[in-house]
């Protein structure tokens, strides 16, 4: 592998992606846990602040940051500080809808246009869901959702805990399915396009991996297997959020930075920024930059191949 500023090239199909003139901006800045962005109809980008259980959107054009929602993801007063409370990951829904994993609140909820909230998944077999932290939609309108317990302060210890496992669910039709309950962290999760293959980082420190499954006609996940396995490295970060570009190359937060795969597991190369980066989206009408929240700031990088958004 060769290393520059912040490139780290393990092969050279890296420089297609990565152009020479690519730079890192630090776009905004002050936060307490950046999350969850997301480019919206409106054409400015969404992003979570965990601690801060804010809504933040950045408008491209001005370069200002204004609140989008506060609360976020916790309507208590009980929280202790710093805690893990806010919303996480963000998506939109068909209809550009943003759709919200709410932490403190254990419940995945939709914004509506006029500004009102609907709970769409809070409670599984009657137990309250931990703390849903990153999600996606499938073609057929089917949501598809990770529930670690970071929304927790003792996360698995925690009495207010009532899941005995950390699944990934499925909602359809108003209904939830458990779909798979064998990882501690589930984190970031995506399909590939046709939507036969599905991935999910696990963000466990003993365990830091990135799971691959097939995706049955049915919609459930079967075959699971590590797709990579990170567990030795010892940089800063873990497997967390994941995006696809439209060659269906994986961008992958991770240990030391972003992570860059094809398919077939062989990795490209890493990105390095200056804070560890938690999770990315494509924003821009071409879809070919990469925003990244990064612990305290929002960044950004220009690349060559547009990504895949909602």
Same mark, same amino acid.
């Given at each position: 592998?060769?290393?520059?500023?912040?490139?780290?090239?393990?092969?050279?199909?890296?420089?297609? +992606?990565?152009?020479?003139?690519?730079?890192?901006?630090?776009?905004?800045?002050?936060?307490?846990?950046?999350?969850?962005? +997301?480019?919206?109809?409106?054409?400015?980008?969404?992003?979570?602040?965990i601690p801060n259980n804010s809504i933040f959107r950045w408008n491209p054009d001005t370069g200002a940051v204004s609140l989008l929602r506060k609360p976020s993801g916790y309507d208590g007063h009980d929280a202790p500080l710093g805690a893990f409370i806010g919303s996480n990951g963000l998506t939109l829904d068909a209809v550009g809808r943003l759709v +919200?994993?709410?932490?403190?609140?254990?419940?995945?909820?939709?914004?509506?246009?006029?500004?009102?909230?609907?709970?769409?998944?809070?409670?599984?077999?009657?137990?309250?869901?931990?703390?849903?932290?990153?999600?996606?939609?499938?073609?057929?309108?089917?949501?598809?959702?990770?529930?670690?317990?970071?929304?927790?302060?003792?996360?698995?210890?925690?009495?207010?805990?009532?899941?005995?496992?950390?699944?990934?669910?499925?909602?359809?039709?108003?209904?939830?399915?458990?779909?798979?309950?064998?990882?501690?962290?589930?984190?970031?999760?995506?399909?590939?396009?046709?939507?036969?293959?599905?991935?999910?980082?696990?963000?466990?420190?003993?365990?830091?991996?990135?799971?691959?499954?097939?995706?049955?006609?049915?919609?459930?996940?079967?075959?699971?297997?590590?797709?990579?396995?990170?567990?030795?490295?010892?940089?800063?970060?873990?497997?967390?959020?994941?995006?696809?570009?439209?060659?269906?190359?994986?961008?992958?937060?991770?240990?030391?930075?972003?992570?860059?795969?094809?398919?077939?597991?062989?990795?490209?190369?890493?990105?390095?920024?200056?804070?560890?980066?938690?999770?990315?989206?494509?924003?821009?009408?071409?879809?070919?930059?990469?925003?990244?929240?990064?612990?305290?700031?929002?960044?950004? +990088?220009?690349?060559?191949?547009?990504?895949?958004?909602?």
């Amino acid at each position: 592998m060769s290393t520059t500023d912040f490139l780290t090239v393990a092969d050279p199909a890296f420089h297609r +992606i990565v152009p020479a003139s690519a730079c890192i901006e630090k776009l905004a800045t002050g936060f307490a846990f950046t999350e969850g962005p +997301i480019w919206t109809r409106d054409g400015d980008l969404a992003f979570s602040d965990i601690p801060n259980n804010s809504i933040f959107r950045w408008n491209p054009d001005t370069g200002a940051v204004s609140l989008l929602r506060k609360p976020s993801g916790y309507d208590g007063h009980d929280a202790p500080l710093g805690a893990f409370i806010g919303s996480n990951g963000l998506t939109l829904d068909a209809v550009g809808r943003l759709v +919200i994993c709410e932490h403190g609140n254990g419940r995945v909820t939709r914004l509506e246009q006029d500004g009102s909230l609907t709970v769409l998944a809070s409670r599984f077999e009657g137990k309250r869901l931990n703390s849903p932290n990153d999600l996606v939609y499938h073609s057929s309108g089917d949501l598809y959702f990770t529930d670690p317990p970071y929304g927790f302060v003792k996360q698995d210890q925690d009495p207010r805990k009532e899941l005995s496992f950390n699944g990934i669910f499925r909602l359809r039709h108003g209904a939830l399915d458990l779909l798979y309950a064998d990882l501690m962290r589930p984190n970031g999760l995506l399909f590939t396009p046709g939507e036969k293959t599905f991935f999910v980082a696990n963000s466990d420190p003993a365990r830091k991996i990135w799971m691959r499954f097939d995706v049955t006609t049915e919609g459930t996940l079967s075959n699971g297997s590590v797709f990579a396995d990170v567990t030795g490295e010892t940089a800063g970060g873990l497997p967390d959020g994941m995006k696809l570009d439209q060659e269906g190359t994986l961008y992958c937060t991770g240990p030391g930075g972003i992570w860059v795969f094809l398919p077939d597991r062989k990795l490209l190369g890493k990105i390095h920024f200056p804070e560890i980066p938690a999770n990315l989206h494509w924003g821009d009408a071409d879809a070919q930059t990469l925003y990244v929240t990064a612990r305290t700031s929002l960044y950004r +990088i220009r690349l060559n191949i547009p990504g895949i958004r909602p």
